[in-house]
């Protein structure tokens, strides 16, 4: 009986001093640039020594429709099928990875390259309704509908200790190849009719109107006769708390709604004569600065489109 017991004591004391294998899905990345000095992937698993790998959350995003530009190269852009291996991607794990502790993607970026028709840089992810391809998008009349929840985790301040801003959620207008030809344009850029930010701890939201709403059908489709409006705060602070943001875009008409709570309408005449672009959700980390040693690392728990 006595070695019976001293047996079963060996063996429970072993199971005590080995804790449980942690089974990490991403490796820090906190060294990867000058600009993520100091701050701590919420990948690595620290501080949660004692959890198994079933207490590891995925998020709940499809990414097949979706390609990824990154403030890296000119710009670099990773494209389906490619991004759907963002885990085990080099070239992406330094900006878009998961925190499997709260089952979040994040999207990290700072200052650095850009594309051709903006200063600032992003980790952003532009719709692909065919995956691979630019080509096919929407038009309002055809519709669209953008869910997702979003979090702040952390961003720089500026000289005068404000927040920097970022814009989270984007609906983009593109023109046809016909179009584009009409206005003798070099690329099918439009204007981005939707911008949404985070500022200061509150969602802000943007959107475009005519400087004529007399303009003819040519013209129309020129960026110059578009210009923003004066902008919208939904009265709800949303801090570093999750929230979760719905774009209904529909024929004359755009619907933003924060936490199933407030709803900004936008259904005049800039609506409808919007309905002659084609258009793309856009969603991620788009840093409004360029200011030297600006970051920001926004969260995303789930993001769905449909159409």
């Known amino acids: 009986m006595l070695i019976l017991l001293l047996a079963v004591f060996a063996c429970d004391k072993n199971d005590r001093d080995s804790p449980p294998e942690i089974v990490a899905e991403e ?115 055809e519709g669209g509908r953008m869910k997702g929840t979003v979090q702040m985790d952390e961003i720089s301040k500026d000289a005068n200790d404000k927040f920097h801003r970022t814009m989270v959620m984007q609906i983009h207008g593109r023109l046809t190849n016909e179009q584009r030809d009409l206005i003798n344009e070099d690329d099918n850029n439009a204007p981005p009719m939707l911008k949404i930010y985070w500022q200061d701890g509150r969602v802000r939201v943007k959107t475009k109107e005519l400087k004529d709403v007399n303009v003819n059908d040519v ?55 919007w309905n002659i672009f084609e258009n793309y959700f856009k969603a991620g980390n788009y840093l409004q600065t360029i200011d030297e040693g600006a970051f920001a690392r926004i969260k995303y728990y789930d993001l769905v489109v449909s159409h």
């Open 27 to 141: 490796p820090d990345t906190s060294g990867d640039t000058d600009n993520d000095e100091g701050q701590d992937n919420p990948d690595t698993g620290d501080g949660d020594q004692n959890s198994g790998s079933e207490s590891f959350k995925l998020p709940e995003i499809d990414l097949n429709n979706w390609k990824v530009t990154l403030p890296i190269g000119n710009p670099t852009e990773v494209k389906p099928p490619a991004i759907l291996d963002y885990a085990t991607n080099e070239t992406l794990k330094p900006f878009m990875y998961n925190d499997s502790i709260n089952g979040a993607l994040v999207f990290y970026t700072y200052p650095g390259s850009t594309t051709t028709n903006t200063s600032y840089s992003r980790t952003e992810l532009r719709e692909q309704m065919v995956p691979g391809s630019n080509s096919t998008n929407w038009t309002f009349p």
């Open 219 to 273: 013209d129309i489709l020129k960026t110059s006769s578009w210009t923003d409006d004066d902008g919208f705060y939904f009265e709800e602070r949303v801090d570093y708390n999750q929230f979760t943001l719905e774009v209904i875009a529909s024929d004359g008409r755009l619907e933003v709604i924060l936490n199933e709570n407030e709803s900004k309408v936008y259904d005049g005449i800039h609506m409808e004569k």
